[in-house]
């Protein structure tokens, strides 16, 4: 089993950054792609990003391409069972609860089979 928590969240201007953290515990995620998920209050779940296990490839697809490109990067340091979600120049449509997860690369929810309990990003005007 996996466990993921995070961590980083918090209450911020627009303008401002915001280094989310993955910590993984039980075994280890050196193998498994791992990707960062949002969900908006009101909103189904999204995509954000992902990374897979080697961290050589990162992708920023879905519905929020345009939108964090060029100021979210993902990465991981698989020495410290860990991935990071660095995120500047927040806007306020970036609010929402930010969720990491674990499994098979990929865009859909549906393929990543460990979860966190999400950390609270909000950024006001």
């Known amino acids: 089993q996996v466990q993921l928590v995070e961590s980083g969240g918090g209450l911020v201007q627009a303008g401002d950054s915001l280094r989310l953290s993955c910590a993984a515990s039980?075994?280890?995620?050196?193998?498994?792609?791992m990707a960062w998920f949002r969900q908006a209050p009101g909103k189904e779940r999204e995509f954000v990003a992902s990374?897979?296990?080697?961290?050589?490839?990162?992708?920023?697809?879905?519905s929020v391409t345009d939108s964090v490109r060029g100021r979210f990067t993902i990465s991981r340091d698989n020495a410290k069972n860990t991935m990071f979600l660095q995120m500047n120049s927040l806007k306020p449509e970036d609010t929402a609860v930010y969720y990491c997860?674990?499994?098979?690369?990929?865009?859909?929810?549906?393929?990543?089979?460990?979860w966190g309990q999400g950390t609270q990003v909000t950024v006001s005007s």
């Open positions: 039980g075994r280890s995620v050196s193998r498994y792609s």
């Open positions: 990374t897979t296990w080697s961290g050589t490839h990162t992708y920023y697809t879905g």
């Open positions: 997860a674990a499994g098979d690369d990929s865009t859909s929810q549906r393929t990543y089979n460990y």
